[in-house]
């Protein structure tokens, strides 16, 4: 089975800029969270989705904007980039739903560069 | 979610068992105990997680002290691939969405 996957890879972009991120989750799973990690820390919490409707969102500027399609797949938006921004996003899925404690699954990643 | 203390790093010879200390004093009924490892330049990977009892799976065992305000992370036979950044995260039950990340626990296995 596939794992998460996540594209592009990596991007540049400069400042001012707009971005789009994508994951697709695990087949199955139907939460989807995004984390923001930069170097040297650990990952810090955007967003989660469930079944489309956004469940949980980290302390993060409303630069940062996420949604998830009915296939259960999501996209980060980010706007007005900073130099900040530069960072690896990361995607994580897991089964979801209301009090269930379950695994996240994380992808690769996107690297972003802000120049 | 509570919080968790771990060891900025530490080193380990190959072949030989890892433990890995994390702290959190202040961990409530409801919430578990995740293990968490980042390979350099990957996605954070699941290993074990628990509530109370001890638990083991193929890739580690989890030993949860009886009051729960501690636990060890054991890689029983630690290999060159298992260098990585570990995370204990606290995390409750009705809190299915988010993972809190601190710094971690760098390990380093040496030949």
């Known amino acids: 089975d596939a794992g998460v996957t996540q594209s592009p890879t990596h991007l540049i972009k400069t400042r001012g800029q707009q971005v789009t991120l994508r994951c697709s989750p695990i087949?199955?799973?139907?939460?989807v969270s995004w984390y923001q990690q930069v170097l040297g820390q650990g990952p810090q919490f955007i967003f989660q989705y469930y079944e489309k409707e956004e469940r949980g969102r980290g302390n993060f500027p409303d630069r940062f904007s996420a949604r998830q399609f009915p296939n259960y797949s999501s996209e980060l938006n980010v706007n007005a980039l900073l130099l900040g921004d530069s960072a690896l996003y990361l995607c994580a899925s897991s089964l979801g739903g209301t009090g269930l404690v379950g695994e996240q699954f994380f992808g690769p990643g996107t690297r972003l560069t802000v120049l | 979610d509570a919080k968790t203390t771990q060891p900025t790093s530490m080193d380990c010879a190959e072949g030989r068992a890892a433990n890995l200390p994390c702290n959190h004093s202040t961990i409530s009924g409801n919430e578990y105990v995740y293990w968490y490892r980042q390979i350099h330049s990957q996605g954070p990977q699941y290993i074990i997680h628990g509530l109370k009892n001890n638990e083991t799976n193929e890739m580690a065992s989890l030993i949860i002290t009886e009051d729960r305000k501690s636990s060890t992370l054991i890689l029983p036979h630690a290999t060159l691939r298992d260098t990585a950044v570990y995370y204990c995260?606290?995390?409750?039950?009705?809190?299915?969405?988010?993972?809190?990340f601190g710094a971690g626990t760098t390990v380093t296995v040496r030949a």
């Open positions: 995260i606290v995390r409750s039950r009705s809190n299915d969405y988010k993972l809190s």
């Open positions: 087949s199955g799973h139907k939460s």
